[in-house]
């Protein structure tokens, strides 16, 4: 990237961060060139053009009707999320054996593709609620698998979460869940203020620091009380609750046939 800047000079305000699943969760970089304002300028810059003429190329080879269509606007990803704003990045697919989905706030400036989804204007409320040990079950529950790992589904699984009334949440329970969310965010963090290691090393099950694993037990907790359930509560206790709150919701659904269905609690590692 660095050869590319210099031999291409003009091109660096186009130049951003790119982010799959797997570079979200391993910590590694990627970067793309960002072309949705270029103007007629991009034609000048060789090195630019070479990339927008792979794409067309490749775009024109494809088996994909959708994708050939894509051919005629080679310097525009094919999907384009990126709002340029902050938002919460969501992996669309995890492995079974972590105790939590790893979901992390995102500067506006880095693009995503399609196998990560983006929470825009998430706060520390979402944040908290969607790293407890609720949502998980409820991923657990609602979403799909590819091989063994589980597959997040923005439409069945954060679409149908029975999220609480925010209206109905007094200033103190709003506070206590950002506060252990915010020691969660904190526990990712060494001495020196940068994450401890990737999102993959940090939620390895079998490494998980003590200081992780005792911020997310007290998220679990406030998350638990926010809902009504006891210390301690099971799984199971947790769908049942969560369940009946989605019936509470969608009457309508209910009557068709459309709740999600309850599957067997997947044994965990």
């Not at 699943?21 to 072309?35: I, N, T, V």
């Not at 908290?128 to 799909?144: F, K």
């Not at 679409?159 to 990712?188: G, H, M, S, Y």
């Not at 940090?202 to 998980?208: D, R």
Request: glycine share 6%; proline share 7%.
């Amino acid at each position: 990237m660095n050869d590319f800047m210099a031999a291409e000079p003009g091109a660096i305000p186009y130049i951003k961060r790119l982010l799959d699943a797997q570079d979200f969760l391993h910590g590694k970089e990627r970067w793309c060139l960002w072309l949705v304002n270029a103007g007629p300028e991009i034609q000048k810059m060789p090195r630019v053009m070479e990339r927008v003429r792979l794409v067309k190329a490749t775009r024109e080879a494809s088996k994909s009707p959708i994708i050939r269509k894509f051919a005629e606007i080679p310097t525009l990803f094919v999907q384009r999320p990126h709002t340029g704003k902050p938002y919460l990045a969501v992996p669309c697919h995890t492995s079974e054996r972590r105790e939590y989905v790893p979901f992390g706030f995102m500067h506006g400036s880095t693009v995503i593709n399609n196998a990560l989804f983006m929470v825009p204007d998430a706060d520390l409320l979402t944040f908290g609620i969607m790293m407890s040990r609720a949502h998980v079950d409820w991923m657990r529950l609602t979403s799909g698998r590819l091989k063994s790992d589980y597959r997040y589904n923005k439409e069945l699984t954060y679409n149908t979460f029975p999220w609480p009334d925010r209206n109905a949440l007094t200033p103190a329970q709003i506070a206590t869940i950002e506060k252990a969310a915010a020691a969660v965010l904190d526990a990712r963090l060494g001495e020196d203020g940068q994450h401890r290691g990737s999102l993959a090393e940090m939620y390895n099950p079998l490494t998980m620091s003590p200081e992780l694993r005792k911020a997310h037990n007290t998220l679990d907790r406030a998350v638990d009380r926010l809902y009504g359930l006891k210390a301690g509560s099971t799984e199971a206790q947790r769908l049942t609750l969560l369940l009946g709150r989605y019936q509470e919701l969608n009457p309508t659904l209910e009557s068709q046939g459309k709740a999600p269905r309850r599957k067997k609690p997947a044994p965990r590692a």
